[in-house]
């Protein structure tokens, strides 16, 4: 097994917004990293709704880490088991299993999405936090048109053109406002479907839509999105989801080929006590 030392004896784990702030401001103070991170960039996440409808390139919204933190290693890879008495992190590359060494250690591998055991929903839903998230559900929603365009029954293309999103914090009230004026967008060319009604659901839990801003704007949001034709079923939750149907608590079962989970995201759990498995807590 390959082994190293961490640069300036500092170990970041993670470069989301953290991380590699982290880095960032310690390189300003003369101070050298390395971090580790699953891919060489930090994601600007707030702009994945703009990189899904295709209104922002996907290079648009990422930061290099080599040019965001130049006095940092980058080292891209899943850092794994941690050692905390002998101060060792180990990193899986596509390479190699490296064991990099520590005086210093900053765990930042920020949230995971929040799941419930909901049946169906692991296997069908899409989700959406990774920039291959948004570019799938890009694609996922472009083909829905095509299938909506070959379909031979009435019923058929309506299930293609209808749209839930479950969860209506920031997240899925950003990327349904985005995805709708894409859909919108790309309907113009196809004239098979111009006469085809399309159908977007929003669904929380909750009484109303972004708990997390002021009512006012709350409501103004919700008001926009009623106006574009969006159907907004609070307090509601979704029961079980098949391939092709979405049951809600309300009794309804919508046939649809499309459901984004934005139900909210929980601490990593390896963020919890120790960054990874820690030979030093197993002990
Ligand atoms: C669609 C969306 C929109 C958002 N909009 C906003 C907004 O408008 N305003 C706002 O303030 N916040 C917004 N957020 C939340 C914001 O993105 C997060 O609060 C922020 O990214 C948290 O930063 P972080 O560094 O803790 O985690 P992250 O940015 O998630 O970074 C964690 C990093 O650690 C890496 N990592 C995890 N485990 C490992 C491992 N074992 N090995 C190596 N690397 C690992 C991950 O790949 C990731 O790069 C949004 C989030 C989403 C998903």
């Known amino acids: 097994m390959a082994e190293r030392q961490a640069r300036g004896g500092i170990l970041i784990l993670g470069g989301g917004f953290a991380g590699a702030w982290v880095a960032r401001l310690l390189g300003k103070r003369g101070r050298e990293s390395t971090i580790v991170n699953h891919e060489n960039f930090m994601l600007f996440a707030s702009l994945l709704p703009e990189a899904a409808s ?42 190699e ?21 909901i049946p169906g929903l692991k296997e069908h839903a899409l989700g959406f936090k990774s920039l291959e998230d948004a570019i799938r559900l890009r694609n996922h929603v472009l083909r829905r048109l095509e299938a909506a365009a070959a379909a031979s029954t009435p019923g058929h293309r309506r299930r293609e053109l209808t749209f839930v999103f479950v969860g209506a ?71 079980s989801l098949e391939p092709h149907a979405a049951t809600l608590s309300d009794g309804e079962t919508v046939p649809t080929s499309t459901l984004v989970w934005t139900a909210g995201v929980r601490a990593h759990p390896r963020s919890r006590g120790s960054a990874c498995r820690s030979t030093t807590a197993a002990a």
């Open 169 to 239: 914090g920031y997240a899925g009230v950003e990327a349904l406002a985005e995805l709708h004026e894409l859909v919108h967008d790309a309907l113009r060319f196809y004239p098979e479907l111009a006469q085809e009604r399309q159908r977007w659901l929003l669904v929380d839990a909750a009484p109303k839509i972004l708990p997390e801003i002021p009512t006012g704007l709350g409501d103004y949001a919700a008001a926009q999105l009623a106006k574009r034709g969006i159907d907004i079923r609070v307090a509601t939750t979704l029961v």
């Open 54 to 95: 295709g209104s922002l390139e996907p290079r648009h919204v990422v930061v290099p880490l080599r040019m965001m933190c130049p006095r940092s290693d980058v080292l891209v890879g899943h850092a794994g088991t941690l050692d905390t008495s002998g101060q060792t992190v180990q990193v899986e590359t596509e390479e």
């Open 97 to 117: 299993l490296i064991t990099v060494g520590y005086e210093q250690l900053v765990v930042a591998f920020g949230a995971v999405a929040r799941t419930l055991p």
